[in-house]
């Protein structure tokens, strides 16, 4: 079966580490990826795509993404992180015309 | 207003009730989807509309559920005789063909 995978439920990191999400997808084909970001009683927000081409993606606020075919992994990455990032991040992935989303890493922020 | 709007923001309702839930995708957005969000989960896909297509109904949860879209722009999400279980979050995005998905703030519905 199709399916996105966000192995981490919860995160903790500390303001000016770096961080990184993890996102494994399973497909015949490579789909296509997104990062969304939902902070508290807000709506999701796009953060990033991939379709094709350059493996390595640059998003809004300062995270990156890296496509990796071999591990069939989409993984999130910031290298320092502000407080203001603390939200949840979803993982998704367009294959035809049916988004498939990750259940969600919650990343908490502390001083 | 060039983002996705959905309302009510907040709908509280008793069980048993009919909800209609509403949305406004971006101009010009050919495809529609509604998700159910519950509480501390991720998004529950319920429905799709592409085009003049018929829709893809596979995600709804149960014929309480019904959507439709008018002249391929507004839609509206109902839900029947509710029961506490709908208690969620229900988000639409829309999206231009199947690509990047927009999403709009949700509709928060609370059954008592």
């Known amino acids: 079966a199709q399916s996105v995978t966000q192995p981490d439920i919860h995160i903790t990191v500390s303001e000016g580490a770096s961080l990184e999400l993890r996102c494994n997808y399973s497909y015949g084909a490579t789909p296509y990826l997104f990062w969304y970001v939902q902070s508290p009683g807000q709506g999701l927000q796009l953060l990033l795509k991939?379709?094709?081409?350059?493996?390595l993606v640059q998003g809004i606020k300062g995270f990156e993404a890296e496509f990796k075919r071999s591990q069939s992994s989409f993984n999130l990455r910031k290298p320092s992180v502000h407080w203001s990032d603390a939200a949840e991040y979803f993982c998704?992935?367009?294959?035809?015309?049916?988004?498939?989303f990750g259940t969600g890493t919650s990343l908490t922020v502390i001083p | 207003g060039a983002g996705v709007s959905q309302s009510p923001s907040n709908k509280v309702t008793e069980k048993g009730k009919d909800v209609e839930l509403r949305c406004d995708p971006i101009?010009?957005?050919?495809?529609l989807y509604w998700y159910r969000q519950s509480l501390g989960q991720g998004l529950e896909f319920l429905i799709y509309?592409?085009?003049?297509?018929?829709?893809?109904k596979s995600g709804l949860p149960s014929d309480r559920f019904s959507a439709e879209r008018t002249g391929g722009s507004v839609s509206t999400l109902t839900i029947q005789r509710t029961q506490q279980e709908d208690s969620a979050v229900y988000l639409c995005a829309s999206s231009l063909l199947e690509s990047t998905q927009y999403f709009g703030p949700g509709t928060r519905l609370t059954v008592l």
């Open positions: 509309f592409q085009g003049n297509s018929a829709p893809d």
């Open positions: 991939y379709f094709s081409g350059d493996t």
């Open positions: 998704a992935a367009l294959t035809g015309n049916q988004f498939y």
């Open positions: 101009s010009g957005h050919t495809a």
